[in-house]
């Protein structure tokens, strides 16, 4: 395992956020979304002014974010998939998956290589009930239940060619990795790591898996056979996802928390804001919009 050094960390802004989460690199606007879970508040930076904007949501909770072909972003907020536009603040409900089941919210997203939103749901009081489904926005609008059993679901991400998912919340500790495909429905699941702390994740270039690790202040490159190949390290703070962007897609973005989550809190000096990682010696891919 590869230990990285000479590491450049810098802030993104000085937003602090108590629960960050969901950073998005947009490539055509050269801007870092992100969201704090429980403002709940949407944020955009854009890299060549450095300049951030906000927008307060009108939920209660806001889990991922995607952005659209056709202009705005999809929300994952509350209990249901939500359009946003930015110009004018509003946002529009398109579908409510969870509408009647009460406890549960949407966390956790990615657009699949084939244009939908997949995001899932979990149990807003932290227990271990395995309750919780992945649902998927199609670009026709239409929301689909494509795998249950999680618990908390987190970090769904894509190889490149959109065969293989990757997602933790099933089973405490794991990353799975399942067939996805054209058929865009997760099956034949087995267990990729263990032992370990997952939390959000990207995959980068080479295919390998990117995943913060909730309460151990650090980040692991894993391969796609499932051997940890790099560590980064980030004392006292709490990371809970990343995503590589920038010009170049060779900065890593680290969101963190301000204030205490799940009954863990930071002990940074700045903690609960966007991390910039420059010099890991890796590049990102661009993820797909949603084609909705």
């Not at 000085?14 to 960050?20: A, I, R, S, T, Y």
């Not at 939920?59 to 202009?71: D, P």
């Not at 054209?182 to 997952?198: E, F, M, Y």
């Not at 190949?229 to 890593?252: R, W």
Request: glycine share 12%; proline share 6%; aromatic share 10%.
């Amino acid at each position: 395992m590869l230990k990285v050094d000479n590491l450049k960390i810098s802030t993104l802004s000085e937003q602090c956020c108590h629960l960050g989460e969901g950073p998005l690199w947009d490539p055509v606007a050269a801007a870092l979304y992100w969201v704090d879970s429980f403002g709940p508040s949407l944020y955009r930076n854009d890299f060549a002014s450095g300049e951030t904007q906000s927008w307060s949501l009108p939920g209660k909770t806001v889990g991922s974010i995607a952005v659209r072909a056709q202009g705005g972003l999809i929300l994952a907020m509350d209990q249901g998939f939500y359009a946003f536009d930015p110009a004018s603040g509003q946002t529009e409900s398109i579908a409510q998956p969870l509408a009647g089941l009460d406890g549960l919210r949407l966390n956790d997203g990615k657009v699949d290589p084939y244009g939908g939103f997949v995001a899932g749901a979990m149990n807003i009081d932290y227990t271990r009930s395995e309750n919780c489904a992945m649902y998927r926005l199609s670009p026709e609008l239409e929301v689909s239940e494509i795998l249950h059993g999680f618990t908390c679901f987190n970090g769904p991400c894509f190889s490149a060619d959109g065969e293989h998912l990757y997602v933790t919340g099933r089973e405490e500790g794991v990353i799975e990795v399942f067939d996805y495909g054209s058929a865009q429905k997760p099956r034949n699941g087995r267990v990729l790591i263990d032992h370990c702390n997952p939390d959000g994740a990207t995959v980068d270039e080479d295919g390998f898996i990117w995943s913060a690790q909730w309460d151990d202040q650090r980040v692991l490159r894993i391969s796609p056979q499932g051997t940890i190949d790099t560590q980064l390290e980030f004392p006292g703070q709490i990371v809970s996802s990343v995503m590589f962007g920038g010009p170049k897609l060779d900065l890593l973005y680290v969101t963190t928390i301000g204030d205490e989550v799940h009954g863990v809190a930071p002990s940074a000096a700045a903690p609960g804001r966007v991390l910039v990682v420059a010099g890991t010696g890796f590049r990102g891919r661009a993820e797909p919009v949603f084609t909705g």
